[in-house]
């Protein structure tokens, strides 16, 4: 079974202090991994994914295999930041791929 | 970019009544559709996998008589909750997949009342 735990429901930081978003996953196989995040009152949009290995809006999140965690940093917090992030592995089932969300942690950012 | 279009985005019925939810892609054809369901603050729960032209996968604890899933079309899926009850109140999403990338519909607020 895949599963994403995200031990965080708010993070509040204040503008400009460094951010992390923790996320540990569970997967059998090799796995896909995804932050999405949802600004108020839009839909869920696609932050970064790991096989990309880029930075988006600063923030960047390496896959540790042998912690099998995902965590999102960004060194400097703005407040547009603020938002809801869910982290999501992409598996393989024997229905085809499913997209396993965690329950999202809400971050807040503080002038 | 990949769009996936969700209508109604909110709509209001009344205890007993169907409500029916579309999900189109808007420029490619997507052969599986997700359907989530979001409560507040909370985590999307996946609720059945519709596959264009099969019957809908649906996953444990998910009435499948209760959320009808319709996926007659490469570009639509639709689901209809029947005979709604105000427990079935929530934030409805559809996904699907570009690749290994999903896309996100922009959600059906459901209010029965």
């Known amino acids: 079974a895949q599963r994403v735990t995200q031990p965080e429901k708010l993070l509040s930081v204040f503008k400009g202090a460094p951010v992390e978003l923790k996320c540990n996953y569970s997967?059998?196989?090799?796995?896909?991994l995804f932050w999405y995040v949802q600004y108020s009152r839009q839909r869920l949009q696609l932050l970064l994914r790991?096989?990309s290995r880029e930075s988006i809006k600063g923030f960047t999140a390496d896959l540790n295999k042998g912690e099998t965690s995902f965590h999102l940093k960004k060194p400097f917090a703005q407040e547009e930041d603020s938002a809801m992030y869910y982290c999501?592995?992409?598996?393989?089932?024997?229905?085809?791929?499913?997209?396993?969300f965690g329950t999202g942690t809400q971050l807040k950012v503080e002038l | 970019g990949a769009v996936v279009s969700q209508h109604p985005s909110r709509v209001i019925c009344k205890s007993g009544t169907s409500v029916k939810i579309e999900c189109r892609s808007l420029?490619?054809?997507?052969?599986?559709m997700f359907w989530y369901r979001q409560f507040p603050k909370q985590s999307l729960m996946l609720m059945a996998t519709?596959?264009?032209?099969?019957?809908?996968?649906?996953e444990q604890g998910v009435e499948k008589d209760k959320f009808l899933i319709n996926h007659a079309s490469l570009t639509l899926s639709t689901l209809t909750v029947t005979s709604a009850h105000p427990e079935d109140s929530s934030f409805y999403i559809c996904?699907?997949?570009?690749?290994?990338?999903?896309?996100f519909g922009q959600g059906t607020r459901l209010t029965v009342v």
């Open positions: 999501a592995l992409s598996g393989w089932t024997g229905g085809g791929n499913k997209l396993t």
């Open positions: 997967y059998s196989g090799s796995p896909e």
């Open positions: 790991h096989i």
């Open positions: 420029d490619f054809q997507a052969t599986t």
């Open positions: 519709s596959n264009e032209g099969s019957k809908a996968t649906y």
């Open positions: 996904s699907t997949f570009l690749g290994t990338e999903a896309f």
